[in-house]
């Protein structure tokens, strides 16, 4: 009955798996689909703007020439129409979505002014109305416009690529162990937890697992940035995507369909790319706004000149140039162009952005709080120092015996040891008889002799004092080696602080930003930790829960706190904090309580996400302000609210100024990506 049921719940999963791939793949088609048409779309409506501004009277006299025949006009007006229908239709159809839900936006102002445009130019080419037509800024406002969406898609699309090529890093087919012990080539999607999965040097890991057998190096770049390929053993787990580079490793699948790796990463950039932030929803308002003055406005135009007793085709003119211009080209660009570009930027840095707002919010930060361990600290025991106690007998020899005696232990400081001989590239030597001596260290022998590694509370207990120059500053765990009973050195290990740990409190504090640190480790080892760091202050011997009530006594002094840990022990205080970062070992990326995620443990990322939430902002606010202050300027000019001066905008300087506007805005976008990597450099 449980074997039934387990593999029911597995076969649901894989059926979920399913949904989620075509979700995304018919996101990502949806995406190429739109960019495919408004790429066609703009070349086509280009083609038939060029004959549209050749014939226009207005440009023909600013160059000089006069090129007018009868029919011109009625040339322009097939050329518009075509514009109109074919270019302008995404807008019209924008507009109608938008009316249907009674939420006038984006598209119902640029459809607004296309519409107001096409249809007084038409009456005035066919002669209803006396006035001057505005083909050619209806041709530059479509142009534009499509231009601007082609562009906002192909940034959305560059950040898709990302996941694509994410998703795309799955081998098609797994070698699966069977009961017997012999191997079956499977689908990949067909593959289940628990299953035994076979890896040679050189293939991709086919799921999410944990080795079981075998020894190799796993080359993980591809998922989390980390250029130097990761060293694999029993009991460490993999991602899938990675490479196996060295050895044959056996693998335990742990996680299939939406639970993998690859999948949450996908899943929470698509997210990113959806969410809206509270600045993108002031450029909605802002528009829908826009859209309601321009209506007011050029209503109240029009009555404001023809009962003053202008000729109705000037007041008409007057009213229709305000509706034309008031088009928020730049407004448009303003908001989604900078989060195209930084959802971008994010994905290639490591930062999974759950919550948009909390992104950009990473400009309020005034306090930092850091879990100690994995963060500040590599999350492993490293042999800090060691050394020779003994004239026969260098340093080096010292590490390269320990290792050899250690490598048959499973033991956490025994892998310390044994990882900083493989970093030394010493070889390990033939080490015989070991055996483990419970809480005393372990023994075997060497070349004839005894080799011992102990603690010192055992050497202190045998031999009296430490030797001078062992014992430090009472945060390490230090051992002694002793062979034929003589001792010969020493190591001294800790959970060694990460080398990009201080230059990031240093960072952060050029920020004005306060660094705390909480942890469950003593209070002595907090307080070295903090005074090699620099700190503003630490927490010890707390448990995960109570770092909530760190989090709130911080907010109540008036700080704007971020939060980071695992996303998993230290979730109550990832969601109290203003900002909850899950700083994850890679595959920790599902983290429901953080806003966002850093897919290495690496503090200097931190730095990175808050100079990124600033300049983000920053770009926002920038681009916001430049298109409607654009509008009031343009807007009364236009109006006429100045032509008792002899100041009064013209259609064709509204729509430079307008086309002006956005290539500004465009540009000033394009900039983050400059400021990112000057940052960086």
């Known amino acids: 009955m449980n074997q039934h049921t387990s593999k029911h719940d597995n076969h649901t999963q894989h059926a979920h798996h399913q949904?989620?791939?075509?979700?995304?793949?018919?996101?990502?088609?949806?995406?190429?689909?739109?960019?495919?048409?408004?790429?066609?779309?703009?070349?086509?409506?280009?083609?038939?703007?060029?004959?549209?501004?050749?014939?226009?009277?207005?440009?023909?006299?600013?160059?000089?020439?006069?090129?007018?025949?009868?029919?011109?006009?009625?040339?322009?007006?097939?050329?518009?129409?075509?514009?109109?229908?074919?270019?302008?239709?995404?807008?019209?159809?924008?507009?109608?979505?938008?009316?249907?839900?009674?939420?006038?936006?984006?598209?119902?102002?640029?459809?607004?002014?296309?519409?107001?445009?096409?249809?007084?130019?038409?009456?005035?080419?066919?002669?209803?109305?006396?006035?001057?037509?505005?083909?050619?800024?209806?041709?530059?406002?479509?142009?534009?416009?499509l231009l601007g969406h082609w562009f906002e898609m192909k940034s959305v699309m560059g950040a898709s690529r990302a996941l694509e090529a994410l998703s795309q890093l799955l081998p098609a087919t797994a070698r699966?162990?069977?009961?017997?012990?012999?191997?079956?080539?499977?689908?990949?999607?067909?593959?289940?937890?628990?299953?035994?999965?076979?890896?040679?040097?050189?293939?991709?890991?086919?799921?999410?697992?944990?080795?079981?057998?075998?020894?190799?190096?796993?080359?993980?770049?591809?998922?989390?940035?980390?250029?130097?390929?990761?060293a694999k053993k029993a009991g460490d787990r993999v991602a899938a995507g990675s490479v196996n580079d060295h050895a044959?490793?056996?693998?335990?699948?742990?996680?299939?369909?939406?639970?993998?790796?690859?999948?949450?990463?996908?899943?929470?950039?698509?997210?990113?790319?959806?969410?809206?932030?509270?600045?993108?929803?002031?450029?909605?308002?802002?528009?829908?706004?826009?859209f309601y003055i321009a209506l007011g406005v050029g209503v109240l135009t029009f009555f404001a000149w023809w009962s003053s007793g202008s000729p109705l085709d000037f007041a008409l003119e007057r009213a229709v140039t305000v509706m034309i211009i008031a088009c928020p080209h730049a407004l448009g660009l303003a908001v989604p162009l900078v989060v195209a570009i930084s959802t971008t930027l994010s994905a290639q840095n490591g930062l999974l952005i759950r919550n948009r707002t909390a992104f950009e919010n990473a400009r309020k930060i005034s306090a930092m709080v850091f879990d100690k361990t994995g963060t500040l600290t590599k999350g492993n025991f490293g042999v800090r120092r060691y050394d020779s106690l003994h004239p026969g007998y260098t340093k080096e020899q010292v590490l390269q015996l320990a290792a050899s005696l250690e490598q048959h232990s499973e033991h956490p400081i025994a892998h310390g040891i044994v990882k900083k001989a493989e970093e030394e590239g010493l070889a390990f030597l033939a080490v015989s008889a070991v055996e483990n001596i419970t809480g005393k260290g372990i023994r075997g022998e060497y070349e004839g002799k005894e080799l011992l590694i102990t603690n010192a509370a055992f050497f202190k207990e045998q031999y009296g004092e430490l030797p001078a120059g062992v014992e430090g500053d009472g945060t390490e765990t230090v051992v002694l080696l002793l062979h034929g009973g003589d001792?010969?050195?020493?190591?001294?290990?800790?959970?060694?602080?990460?080398?990009?740990?201080?230059?990031?409190?240093?960072?952060?504090?050029?920020?004005?930003?306060?660094?705390?640190?909480?942890?469950?480790?003593?209070?002595?080892?907090?307080?070295?930790?903090?005074?090699?760091?620099?700190?503003?202050?630490?927490?010890?011997?707390?448990?995960?829960?109570?770092?909530?009530?760190?989090?709130?006594?911080?907010?109540?002094?008036?700080?704007?706190?971020?939060?980071?840990?695992?996303?998993?022990?230290?979730?109550?205080?990832?969601?109290?904090?203003?900002?909850?970062?899950?700083?994850?070992?890679?595959?920790?990326?599902?983290?429901?309580?953080?806003?966002?995620?850093?897919?290495?443990?690496?503090?200097?990322?931190?730095?990175?996400?808050?100079?990124?939430?600033?300049?983000?902002?920053?770009?926002?606010?920038?681009?916001l302000w430049w298109a409607t202050g654009y509008n009031l300027f343009a807007l009364p000019l236009a109006a006429g609210v100045l032509a008792p001066w002899g100041i009064m905008l013209s259609p064709a300087i509204g729509g430079v100024l307008m086309s002006v506007s956005t290539i500004i805005v465009a540009l000033n976008a394009q900039l983050l990506k400059k400021q990112v990597k000057l940052h960086q450099s």
């Not at 289940?192 to 076979?198: N, S």
């Not at 335990?252 to 996908?266: C, E, P």
Request: charged letters at 20%; proline letters at 4%; a negative charge.
């Open 487 to 623: 001792p010969v050195g020493f190591l001294a290990l800790a959970d060694a602080l990460r080398e990009e740990s201080k230059p990031a409190v240093e960072q952060l504090h050029r920020m004005h930003i306060k660094v705390f640190m909480a942890t469950g480790d003593s209070h002595r080892v907090a307080e070295a930790v903090s005074k090699k760091l620099g700190l503003d202050g630490f927490y010890a011997e707390v448990l995960p829960d109570e770092k909530q009530r760190i989090v709130k006594e911080l907010q109540q002094q008036g700080e704007f706190v971020a939060m980071t840990g695992d996303g998993v022990n230290d979730a109550p205080a990832l969601a109290q904090a203003d900002v909850g970062i899950a700083v994850g070992s890679g595959t920790d990326v599902a983290a429901e309580t953080a806003d966002i995620i850093l897919v290495n443990s690496n503090p200097q990322d931190i730095v990175h996400l808050i100079v990124f939430g600033r300049a983000t902002y920053r770009k926002m606010r920038q681009n």
């Open 19 to 145: 949904e989620h791939a075509q979700e995304h793949n018919h996101g990502h088609d949806h995406h190429a689909h739109m960019v495919s048409d408004f790429r066609r779309r703009f070349w086509a409506s280009l083609v038939l703007t060029l004959p549209i501004l050749v014939l226009s009277p207005m440009l023909q006299s600013w160059v000089g020439v006069s090129w007018q025949w009868a029919p011109a006009a009625y040339v322009q007006l097939a050329l518009a129409t075509a514009l109109f229908f074919y270019g302008g239709l995404p807008f019209l159809k924008g507009m109608k979505q938008e009316l249907g839900r009674r939420q006038p936006a984006m598209m119902t102002l640029v459809a607004l002014a296309i519409s107001v445009a096409y249809f007084y130019s038409t009456a005035v080419a066919l002669q209803l109305v006396e006035g001057k037509p505005f083909f050619w800024e209806l041709a530059s406002l479509i142009d534009i416009m």
């Open 248 to 290: 044959v490793l056996v693998v335990r699948v742990t996680h299939v369909g939406n639970d993998t790796y690859l999948n949450k990463v996908i899943a929470m950039v698509q997210e990113a790319q959806k969410s809206k932030s509270k600045t993108q929803n002031l450029a909605d308002k802002a528009a829908a706004w826009l």
């Open 176 to 230: 699966r162990r069977k009961p017997d012990g012999s191997f079956e080539e499977v689908k990949v999607e067909h593959l289940q937890a628990g299953d035994e999965v076979v890896i040679r040097p050189g293939e991709r890991i086919p799921a999410d697992g944990e080795v079981i057998e075998g020894e190799s190096y796993v080359n993980e770049s591809m998922l989390t940035g980390e250029s130097v390929p990761v």
